[in-house]
């Protein structure tokens, strides 16, 4: 029995999710175009048609610490989510990315009978392999996006597909570098530093400032050198003050495209950078009890997926304390066109690209929320 008007819960809480989330509910809206769509939401999928529960604005944080001091916000979300799941339960949930909030979602739909289908699951397999028997527990079907977490994942009883990462239907839509550099409005004949220090609050206080440091370190030994700085649309402008000397991009992909080089922090950027051939070097700190902890818990030595794919360091990078000397270091010959360690790197980029399987991830996600949906039915 086909399903022509469910109620799909989708679940996001930071902005990489909600550009996933986008294409997705894009996707299902093909499959049914009179689903009911509702979740936690950022812009990018408001947009797209779904109704939101809550705006994720409020959600995307890292760190225990960070986490704890809004421990009173996600109890009551929690609760909220409760009642919409017991009063109004959808048909399927279809939590993406955010496993610190989205694993809870998982549990507590899965436990009332409702269909769960994990879009871009925790690395599991990076940091707490033996929790992913606990993924099984809570989920139908686990849609993931890197090639060797589909067998890890069925080790462990998971109903795990690749399904490609989403990324690869954003990069026809990426500007060439050329054309990014002009309307950009930079100078075609000198080197471009771009500064991606994340698309959260906390990560703009953590990560700005060392950034800025880098790149003045930078220009100081290289004067030519142009600086950029990429910034998020969630996080206000004052946030950016002390990187008021330069040049600030809202289009975090346009500048990957321009920039000769870049300074990001850990995340969906690093892949981004990868996919366009752009050397970057990564770097992220958090709050010094919340790094202990997940010293702890890490099962890998690297923190950069490009790094984790490629399964040696083809990327430098730098965690907590983040030396700017050194960081300066490793960016320096990366600016440099021709030089051995930028034509390597790109190699190595190119390469791993050739990893992330084909175009296609959100289509395959509505079809395999399809599936269940026909299953339940």
Partial sequence: MHVSEPRILLSAGEASGDLHGAAVAAALRQLYPDAELIGLAGPRMVKAGVLPVVEFDRLALVGFVEVVSRLPFFLSLRRQLRRLLAERPPDLVIPIDYPGFN??????????????????????????????????????????????????????????????????????????????IAALGADPTR????????????????????????????????????VLVAT????????????SAYP???DAARLLSAATAVLTKSGTTTLQAALLETPSVIAYQVHPLSYLLARRLVRVESIGMVNLLAGRRVVPEFVQG??????????????????????????????????????????RVARLAAELLDTRA
């Fill in 322 to 363: 983040l030396p700017v000397e050194r960081m300066a270091d490793a960016l320096l010959p990366l600016l440099k066109l021709g030089s051995p360690e930028r034509e390597a790197m790109v190699a190595a980029l190119r390469e791993v690209g050739g990893m992330l399987g084909e175009p296609g991830a959100p289509q």
């Fill in 248 to 250: 600030l991009v809202p």
């Fill in 232 to 243: 998020a649309p969630e996080v206000p402008m004052e946030y950016y003050d002390a990187a």
């Fill in 191 to 226: 080197p471009i530093l771009g500064l991606l220090p994340g698309s959260r609050r906390h990560e703009i206080r953590r990560l700005l400032t060392p950034f800025l440091a880098v790149a003045q370190e930078v220009v100081r030994r290289r004067p030519e050198v142009q």
């Fill in 103 to 180: 694993l809870w979602l998982a549990e507590q739909a899965h436990r009332r009978g409702i269909r769960v289908l994990y879009y871009i699951p925790p690395q599991l397999w990076a940091w707490r392999p033996g929790r992913a028997r606990i993924l099984a527990e809570k989920t139908d079907r686990v849609a993931v996006v890197f090639p060797q977490e589909e067998p890890f994942l069925r080790e462990f009883g998971v109903e795990a597909v690749f399904v490609g990462h989403p990324l690869l239907d954003c990069l026809p839509g990426w500007e060439a570098p050329r054309e990014a």
